[in-house]
């Protein structure tokens, strides 16, 4: 049966840890100094940043921690941006942009700072394999490495398609790649379950079951309203993201939400997974429908492929992931897709992250473009500064202009045809 996104039903993630119990709703109305609306990676990580530094949070989800993109997602802390160097420079000059890119740095530090202080048990890898399915994408990757050591960065290192099948990865669907030592893969949800418990701790009120249904702004104060409760608060963050809908209509145009999806395999051979995986790397290709893939702490394989702007999971979707699987490992032909499951991921037109102010007392951070694993944690660092007085970092991102996606309410048709046309490229390797 194919299900609206937002309401798909729970993932391996969600199978793979110890059930949490439920969280209450609000009921009331309460103060704080800041409501943050959402509890995946961006609200969560905002959250913690503030009581880090002594504010008092609230924290409102609609359905329950993880349930959005942070508790769907493929697990693949990938470094930078999901833009390229060169829009990055031309979003914010070529002195901001080193800055940016730094920040960006500092967010794959983030997690595994976080993972080592608070002991969460994610399963934390490093290693990370850029795989290229055309000579172009190679071209492109060999382009990347060097912007990246131009910014400082030069750890990356571009094979070629013998020395990828010797030491990375056994498959001829790829013609090469970039490794990147300090990219890398996690649990998500059991990293994000951490920093909620973390959260609490501190202190954190958490709402679950507690969806936002509107908020008023003035110079003063917020309101920020639920079915059943209140909040009134001096900040409100806004970390729903491609979930949030219309809450915020001037955001909304500029995130487009695009759907992805994801399998994962009954436990693999070890033996097996040993011949098709010389290192524990995660993996992506360079196709704009791109599969992302990676080996799971239990020896599985979690695959992911996207995206599309459908808001359905499709019918069939486990025997599309299947072939998907055996187009790069046709040892896996008979391996059975256990789990299957989707998700949204907010993009903007640029690719690079939307943070920024509605007026002087709403923040919002939103448009990871599907690389939000690491940049969330970022995003709450940087908000929780600018909140607590210094916004000279926040400013970097804030300054990016994006633009809304064209098109008004034929964005989708428009998109779909957009895509439609990438997808064509990516198949004859244009
Ligand atoms: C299938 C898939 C694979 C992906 N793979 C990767 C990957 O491998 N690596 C990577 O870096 N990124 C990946 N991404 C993207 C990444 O998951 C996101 O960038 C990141 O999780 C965004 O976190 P977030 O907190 O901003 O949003 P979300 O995790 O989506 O959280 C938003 C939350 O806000 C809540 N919410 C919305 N509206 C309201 C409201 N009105 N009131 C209260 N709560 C509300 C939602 O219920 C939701 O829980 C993937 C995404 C998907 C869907």
């Known amino acids: 049966m194919a299900h609206a996104l937002t309401t798909a039903p729970l ?27 959402g509890g995946g990676l961006c609200g969560v990580a905002t959250a913690l ?68 202080r608070h002991k969460i048990d994610c399963d934390l890898r490093w290693g990370y394999f850029h795989a290229a399915v055309t000579q172009r ?46 990219s890398g893969q996690l649990h998500p949800l059991a990293y994000l379950r951490g920093l909620a418990g973390v959260a609490a701790f501190l202190g954190i009120r958490l709402f ?9 702004h003035g110079p003063d104060r917020a309101t920020v309203r639920t079915a059943r409760g209140m909040v009134e608060a001096e900040h409100v963050v ?17 995130v487009m939400p695009v759907a992805s999806f994801v399998g994962v395999t009954e436990p693999i051979d070890p033996d097996v997974a040993d011949t098709l995986f010389k290192q524990d790397v ?62 949204l991921i907010g993009i903007t037109v640029n690719r690079l992250p939307d943070l920024g102010r509605c007026g002087r007392r709403l923040y919002y951070a939103q448009g990871f473009s599907g690389q939000g694993v690491a940049l969330t944690g970022l995003a709450g660092k940087l908000i929780a500064e600018a909140i607590a007085g210094d916004g000279s970092r926040f400013t970097l991102l804030e300054q990016v202009r994006h633009r809304a996606f064209p098109g008004g309410p034929l964005r989708t048709p428009l998109l779909i045809a957009a895509t439609t046309l990438a997808k064509l490229k990516d198949r004859l390797g244009l």
């Open 282 to 343: 995660a993996v992506a290709d360079g196709n704009l429908a791109l599969d992302y893939f990676r080996l799971t702490a239990d020896g599985r394989l979690l695959f992911g492929a996207g995206a599309s702007y459908s808001a359905t999971t499709p019918l069939g979707l486990r025997r599309w992931l299947g072939k998907r699987i055996r187009r790069v490992f046709p040892a896996l032909g008979g391996i059975r897709v256990e789990h299957v499951w989707g998700g």
């Open 49 to 116: 940043e503030l009581a880090e530094r002594g504010i008092e949070v609230v924290l409102l989800e609609a359905e329950a921690i993880g349930h959005g993109a942070s508790g769907r997602n493929g697990g693949q802390i990938v470094q930078g941006f999901s833009a390229s160097t060169d829009t990055l420079i031309r979003a914010v000059g070529a002195e901001d942009a080193r800055a940016v890119w730094n920040l960006g740095r500092e967010a794959i530090d983030l997690i595994e700072e976080r993972v080592r």
């Open 208 to 216: 679950e079951r507690s969806a936002v249904t509107a908020i008023d």
């Open 11 to 37: 993932t391996w993630y969600h199978a793979s840890i110890e059930p949490e119990p439920p969280r209450p709703s609000l009921e009331g109305t309460i103060r704080a100094q800041v409501c943050v609306v």
């Open 137 to 182: 994408q190679l071209r492109n990757l060999r382009a990347t490495a060097r912007a990246y050591a131009d910014f400082g960065y030069d750890r990356c290192r571009v094979i070629g398609g013998d020395a990828m099948r010797a030491e990375v990865l056994a498959t001829d669907r790829y013609v090469g790649g970039m490794l990147d030592p300090e």
């Open 238 to 254: 806004l970390a729903g993201n491609a979930y949030l809908g219309g809450l915020v209509p001037s955001l909304r145009r500029r």
